[in-house]
């Protein structure tokens, strides 16, 4: 396997290994409406995290590829924003959890936003 494979392989693994974490961590939040509506929405931009890298590694074309990875920082970021108010609104149970989560989906969107950095740079 080449580095390029390996690494999309990692961040295959690593982007479903995220939503899953995001999943059972929502299992854990304290119940109320707001959670609900929270928990809703966070699982859908973690999991189209995952499934929309696994789109843009699938890509036709340059341009295409950047396009899904562009929806992949959206997500990946929209998660983030998701935790932030977790945080500011106390429901969480778990703060350990509810941080360790926080900087995966950091780091989930630097490595993307970079991938995106450089092939904008490298032109289409």
């Known amino acids: 396997m080449t580095r390029k494979e390996i690494f999309i392989e990692m961040m295959k693994y690593k982007t479903k290994n995220f939503a899953i974490q995001i999943i059972h961590f929502c299992d854990s939040l304290k119940k109320t409406e707001a959670s609900k509506v929270i928990t ?10 995952g499934a929309n890298y696994r789109a843009a590694c699938k890509s036709r074309s340059k341009k295409e590829f ?7 920082a959206e997500e990946s970021d929209e998660t983030i924003y998701w935790l932030d108010v977790i945080d500011g609104a106390d429901i969480s149970n778990d703060s350990r959890e509810l941080e360790k989560l926080k900087q995966e989906a950091k780091e989930i969107t630097k490595i993307i936003s970079k991938a995106k950095d450089t092939i904008y740079n490298t032109g289409f």
């Open 66 to 72: 950047f396009s899904k990875l562009c929806i992949v």
């Open 40 to 49: 809703y929405q966070m699982i859908k931009s973690a999991t189209s995290t």
